[in-house]
T-cell receptor
Framework: GIQVEQSPPDLILQEGANSTLRCNFSDSVNNLQWFHQNPWGQLINLFYIPSGTKQNGRLSATTVATERYSLLYISSSQTTDSGVYFCAARTITDSWGKLQFGAGTQVVVTP | DAGVIQSPRHEVTEMGQEVTLRCKPISGHNSLFWYRQTMMRGLELLIYFNNNVPIDDSGMPEDRFSAKMPNASFSTLKIQPSEPRDSAVYFC??????????????FGPGTRLTVL
């Protein structure tokens, strides 16, 4: 099946700093999602981005499907950005919407 | 519109007891997914349904686990008998699935299960 790898595994940021999280996937995809799992355990949808670039406030994401990677940008980080960021992908050969998750990037934003 | 609804949010039970977790997917979604999350194994897909039919249950750990989807608006995950190693957060998610079009998956708040 499709492999999804995220980097870095851990990230410590000073409040106000910018950062980039990366997601590599091993097959062609028709769904690529970024999630944020907050410290209370909720999985929040950030982006549905099988290709192209999207922005939502201080967060933006870019997926280059032909090169099989996606990037999540966090600008002017805040302590509320802490948590785990997951990338998940669906291969084009899947008929049912099954997502393969990466292992996540643990982000800690310090005041 | 309401998101994915799960109940209970927390469950504490004793080893050997039956546990039933419930999920109501987003209205109009035709795919439903059950996941388990632990520190050791991360997020695992247990089973998923499409149009109420189980498609792949290869992630179900063992026969003690079973899942049903009697209709488009309700699913259950049952553990009988429960064991301490089943302690985890169980998530339900849903999406509208087809061979084309948007298939964004949305997660419920999860059920935190503790088996003593």
């Amino acid at each position: 099946g499709i492999q999804v790898e995220q980097s870095p595994p851990d990230l410590i940021l000073q409040e106000g700093a910018n950062s980039t999280l990366r997601c590599n996937f091993s097959d062609s995809v028709n769904n690529l999602q970024w999630f944020h799992q907050n410290p209370w355990g909720q999985l929040i949808n950030l982006f549905y981005i099988p290709s192209g670039t999207k922005q939502n406030g201080r967060l933006s994401a870019t997926t280059v499907a032909t090169e099989r990677y996606s990037l999540l940008y966090i600008s002017s980080s805040q302590t509320t950005d802490s948590g785990v960021y997951f990338c998940a992908a669906r291969t084009i050969t899947d008929s049912w919407g099954k997502l393969q998750f990466g292992a996540g990037t643990q982000v800690v934003v310090t005041p | 519109d309401a998101g994915v609804i799960q109940s209970p949010r927390h469950e504490v039970t004793e080893m050997g007891q039956e546990v039933t977790l419930r999920c109501k997917p987003i209205s109009g979604h035709n795919s439903l997914f059950w996941y388990r999350q632990t520190m050791m194994r991360g997020l695992e897909l247990l089973i998923y349904f499409n149009n109420n039919v189980p498609i792949d249950d290869s992630g179900m750990p063992e026969d003690r686990f079973s899942a049903k989807m009697p209709n488009a608006s309700f699913s259950t995950l049952k553990i009988q008998p429960s064991e301490p190693r089943d302690s985890a957060v169980y998530f339900c998610a849903s999406s509208a699935t087809g061979t084309s079009g948007r298939t964004e998956q949305f997660f419920g708040p999860g059920t935190r299960l503790t088996v003593l």
